[in-house]
């Protein structure tokens, strides 16, 4: 079944979506604290333009976010895909996933090699994500092994190995 089939559709963020992307990202998660890391990460040169996705109605709201930022492994360049948010009301209905493909498709196209994701370990290898730790990525930080996973977009040249450092919007 396609998006439009089920009433909705995906693609990139505009300025005009700023709003609406807090709003989601507020309400999926418990604190306002996920917004406000999105809205910091516009600021930072993290910010890669076309690697933020929104879902929208057939009416025009937008239900769902998935952004992609820069980061570095052991000074390499990679990607963080952080955070993704979907309205509760809207949850489990292929909204998520549908953003996440979107921005990945897009990172692909811009020839981006490696995308990391500290999420649920039963959700994220559906995308084709595999724990980190099994190309040598880590984080400067005690998390599950199994949480942290990464997604190689481009195996032409070995992907790179080591500790991730986050944009400074992600205090760590």
Same mark, same amino acid.
């Given at each position: ?26 309400? $999926? ?24 996705? =929104? ?24 990607? $963080?895909?952080?955070?993704?948010? =979907? ?11 549908? =953003? ?73």
């Amino acid at each position: 079944m396609t998006e439009q089939a089920r009433g909705w559709t995906v693609r990139p963020e505009t300025e005009a979506d700023r709003a609406a992307v807090h709003r989601v990202v507020a309400a $999926a998660f418990p604190t306002p604290a996920e917004a406000d890391l999105v809205d910091a990460l516009r600021t930072d040169p993290a910010w890669l333009p076309g690697l933020s996705w =929104v879902a929208e109605t057939s009416g025009g709201e937008v239900i769902g976010h998935a952004l992609i930022t820069r980061c570095t492994i052991d000074g390499a360049d990679a990607l $963080a895909l952080a955070p993704v948010s =979907v309205l509760p009301e809207h949850q489990r209905t292929g909204v998520g996933g549908a =953003v996440i493909e979107a921005a990945l498709q897009a990172a692909r196209e811009r020839g981006e090699a490696l995308v990391t994701v500290l999420g649920h370990p039963e959700y994220y290898p559906r995308f084709g994500f595999v724990r980190a730790s099994t190309l040598g990525v880590k984080v400067p930080f005690e998390v599950p092994d199994e949480a942290l996973m990464v997604l190689v977009l481009d195996d032409s040249e070995p992907p790179p190995s080591g500790t991730i450092r986050y944009a400074a919007p992600f205090g760590v």
